[in-house]
């Protein structure tokens, strides 16, 4: 093969030398679906392996690493558009994605191009066969998704990087960074209790695992047991613990939302704007504003009409967010018992006596019946769904036989384009759609919206 090379400059000038790889997107796709099988392996056994194949590319990049049950994507985009617009050149790597899977990988809110994800994948691939023919376990395909990422950010010369853990925190892939100047704890509640343990103690031990030694750490307000966890590991790195306040004079909207804070330092912000919806979305801004106070402290000021800026247009797809009007039609991700209390706090607050029809799909490794639980009481009808192309879901039919346990009027749908159609024939102009359950689902749920707007007599 023909030899290029590559070079590219960030603050060490890292020159490599290295062949020209042949991957075309579609490979690199499949490459990444023929791992699913090796399944989770919690620790950093793999992920040190590998980034040590590829000359650890994370020592060269900062990060602000989120851990957390619920709100790390809100707050991850929050928190990285204010650094966009003061200025930073700022990766983010997230997940799940909603419709694109290169949506993973981001610099300044742009996804990775194809070309540069076939060209960092293959050099992982690489990496992950001279592991195995020494005799070393396939790394999982989070490991090979987050060396892929380090690659990237080191390669675009990032200024810092806002990333979220997988699962937990201690023994996730991403915990391998260093250099981490914020560790920022969500809202934190039952999660993963195969992988993390049984009660808020053990999982919050765990989420608390991504706080590194003189980092700043900033949370949420939690329950006693989980803050008592965030303290002790906070004292035992030598970290300050900053915890998050409350917002003031709150304006909710489903479009605009304002507030006002004072932050740890006494700062006070004035009609803070977000355009997120949820009544939860306030209480993530808040965070963020806390988040972004703490980073000046290690170099990366920002100016407040900046930070007014990146929170008025921070986009976050999939959360409590209108996909459509009249009828209003909402799409959220809620999947687990935590995240329904906020849904359905959102769902009492701004639609008291409107007639909600629900489109619902599940994960069968989730809490469906506790999602079920939390949100049943507000629905006129629920339509269920199974979503499509993924192992894990739960059919159609399980669902509607869970929720009759708690509702009657409930329909299994036998794809998302009949499940659309039977909602729009059920709900009036007035009335509100919230499909919610697995994010899994909701980019195919958006194209078929879209589409469906498109076509002549469709309300747009």
Not at 241 to 263: C, H, I, N, P, W
Not at 273 to 284: A, D, F, T, Y
Not at 323 to 336: R, V
Request: net charge neutral.
């Amino acid at each position: 093969m023909n030899k290029i090379v590559n070079v590219f400059f960030h603050k060490k000038k890292y020159v490599r030398e290295r062949e020209k790889y042949t991957m075309n997107y579609q490979e690199t796709l499949e490459y990444i679906e023929s791992l699913q099988g090796i399944g989770i392996v919690p620790g950093l056994v793999g992920i040190t392996r590998l980034c040590e194949e590829l000359g650890n590319p994370q020592k060269d990049i900062a990060f602000v690493h989120i851990a957390g049950t619920n709100g790390k994507g809100s707050v991850l985009a929050y928190i990285s558009t204010v650094l966009k617009c003061a200025g930073y050149r700022v990766g983010c790597y997230l997940s799940p994605v909603i419709a694109d899977y290169r949506e993973k990988i981001q610099v300044n809110g742009r996804p990775i191009f194809k070309r540069e994800l076939c060209d960092c994948m293959e050099q992982v691939e690489e990496a992950c066969k001279r592991m195995t023919a020494s005799g070393l376990p396939h790394p999982t395909v989070f490991e090979v998704e987050t060396a892929a990422a380090f690659l990237h950010f080191r390669e675009k010369g990032c200024d810092i990087v806002v990333l979220e853990t997988g699962m937990g925190g201690r023994e996730d892939a991403t915990n391998l960074i260093q250099n981490v100047k914020a560790a920022v704890l969500t809202s934190i509640s039952m999660d993963h209790m195969q992988y993390l343990g049984r009660n808020l103690t053990e999982i919050a031990w765990h989420k608390a695992g991504i706080i590194k030694e003189n980092c700043q750490v900033i949370s949420t307000a939690q329950e006693t047991e989980v803050l008592s966890v965030i303290e002790k590991e906070a004292r035992e790195k030598g970290c300050a613990l900053t915890l998050a306040g409350e917002a003031l004079k709150v304006r909710y909207g489903l479009e605009k939302q304002k507030f006002s804070y004072v932050d740890s330092k006494g700062r006070r912000y004035e009609n803070l704007e977000i355009s997120l919806s949820g009544k939860h979305q306030v209480e993530n801004a808040v965070l963020a504003v806390e988040v972004i106070g703490k980073l000046e402290e290690c170099g990366y000021p920002v100016e407040e009409r900046r930070l007014r800026e990146g929170l008025l247009t921070t986009k976050w797809p999939g959360r409590f967010e209108i996909a459509a009007k009249k009828p209003l039609f909402i799409i959220d991700g809620a999947h687990n018992e935590d995240a329904a209390k906020k849904l359905a706090d959102s769902m009492r607050f701004y639609f008291t006596n409107k007639r909600i029809i629900y489109i619902m799909g599940m994960l069968r490794d989730k809490e469906y019946e506790k999602v079920i639980a939390e949100t049943y009481a507000y629905a006129d009808q629920i339509i269920t769904v199974t979503p499509p192309e993924n192992p894990r879901a739960l059919p159609a039919l399980s669902m509607a036989e869970a929720v009759k346990e708690y509702h009657p009027r409930v329909t299994a749908a036998g794809s998302l384009e009949e499940a659309v159609e039977m909602a729009y024939l059920l709900a009036g102009r007035e009335d509100v759609i919230l499909a919610f359950g697995s994010l899994s689902y909701l980019g195919r749920l958006q194209a078929i919206l879209q589409k469906r707007q498109k076509k002549p007599g469709k309300e747009r």
